[in-house]
């Protein structure tokens, strides 16, 4: 049945979804509320496929002995945060090469000033000193590869993404204009999904940087597969300031706008009722509350991956359906854009 999915959902109408996660460390509440949570609550609207980003993974120094394992450890976690593969496909990005491909095509068609001037280049040029690979700087043609091949409409992604659609979308007018016609394009036209809350959750040690992976004070971030005694540290540790009464959008108290925002999404009540409940309270009150809904929030997320993570098979047969899936839709892409730019086609 699960098969039949995207063949069902052209017939049915439903636009394409097409995201993704690196997988370097483990996920945060950044991955899960910026990128993930949405991807479930979204999914029976949309035909989705949702990759782990191995390729990503290596644009930064790498441990070739740990790669594949967290490759699965993400796609395991894909599925305890609610992905359901009656709406959705798992696959990881390296198992399909037509990826890798359509990178070269676009490549040869990107002009390297807009690498240059990413955002997100920078940043982590300026981190890797004299080391930065082409690979970091070729980082964003490959996402656009990922989203392209898949002829994906939306691609949920959080705010700090944001400038690599615009790319992916500035790649599609110059591909259609120098290879499609007006009547027939080569690639389809993606558009970002960013929600509002919790695009940009932000560091627990620092309210004005973003909570990353790649901060090396672990205390910045909770983790999905911290346990409850981690959680507790972290939230106990965290940045807070001195005023009393708790407020949203106070822009000198970004870390309490933060910790509200957290506790506003991971508990599903409205802002408006948190704003009221948390109005007259203290840190000293607050953060046990906090640490309570993060750990309820994560804890059946955290037993389903134990699940998913005891059974191999099931997993390896979830990443196998999600590759031929993925496969048979890339592979008409890759084509399309090859004979549009005029290659021959095998005899
Ligand atoms: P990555 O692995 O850095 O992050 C995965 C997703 O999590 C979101 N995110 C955040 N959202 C809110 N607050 C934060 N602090 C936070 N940190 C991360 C990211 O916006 C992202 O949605 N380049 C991508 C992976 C990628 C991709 C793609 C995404 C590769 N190909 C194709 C979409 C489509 C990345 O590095 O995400």
Not at 28 to 45: K, M, S
Not at 53 to 73: F, K, Q
Not at 89 to 99: K, L, Y
Not at 243 to 264: H, I, K, M
Request: hydrophobic share 40%; charged share 25%.
């Amino acid at each position: 049945m699960t098969a039949l999915i995207p063949f069902l959902a052209i017939l049915m109408g439903k636009q394409r979804v097409l995201s993704g996660v690196q997988p370097t460390g483990n996920l945060h509440l950044g991955n899960y509320l910026g990128a993930i949570r949405n991807w479930v609550e979204i999914q029976d609207q949309y035909d989705n496929f949702f990759c782990v980003v191995d390729l990503h993974a290596i644009t930064v120094p790498h441990d070739p002995t740990v790669l594949a394992g967290n490759s699965y450890a993400i796609a395991a976690l894909y599925l305890a945060c609610g992905i359901d593969l009656a709406h959705s496909n798992i696959f990881i990005q390296s198992h399909v090469s037509a990826h890798a491909e359509l990178t070269w095509l676009l490549n040869c068609i990107t002009p390297i000033n807009w690498l240059q001037g990413m955002i997100q280049f920078k940043e982590k040029a300026v981190k890797q000193g004299e080391n930065v690979g082409t690979g970091l700087l070729d980082y964003p043609v490959l996402m656009a590869a990922d989203i392209l091949l898949y002829d994906a409409d939306k691609v949920p992604v959080g705010e700090d993404q944001k400038q690599h659609i615009e790319l992916t979308r500035d790649l599609v007018i110059r591909m259609n204009d120098k290879f499609g016609t007006k009547k027939a394009p080569v690639l389809k036209m993606p558009e970002p999904m960013i929600r509002k809350d919790g695009a940009r959750v932000m560091s627990l040690t620092d309210g004005t940087s973003k909570m990353s992976k790649s901060d090396p004070s672990e205390l910045s971030r909770i983790e999905l597969l911290d346990p409850p005694e981690a959680i507790a540290k972290k939230i106990k540790k965290c940045k807070t300031d001195p005023a009393r009464g708790l407020e949203f959008d106070n822009p000198d108290r970004p870390e309490c706008n933060n910790l509200l925002t957290l506790y506003t999404l991971l508990s599903g009540q409205t802002k408006e009722t948190v704003a009221a409940e948390c109005a007259d309270m203290g840190w000293g009150q607050f953060k046990p509350l906090l640490t309570e809904t993060v750990v309820e929030a994560l804890r059946p997320i955290q037993e389903k991956y134990a699940a998913v993570m005891d059974d191999r098979a099931y997993l390896d047969s979830v990443l196998r359906q999600g590759r031929e899936q993925a496969e048979v839709i890339a592979t008409v892409t890759l084509d399309r854009v090859k004979t549009a730019m005029g290659f021959s086609t095998p005899v």
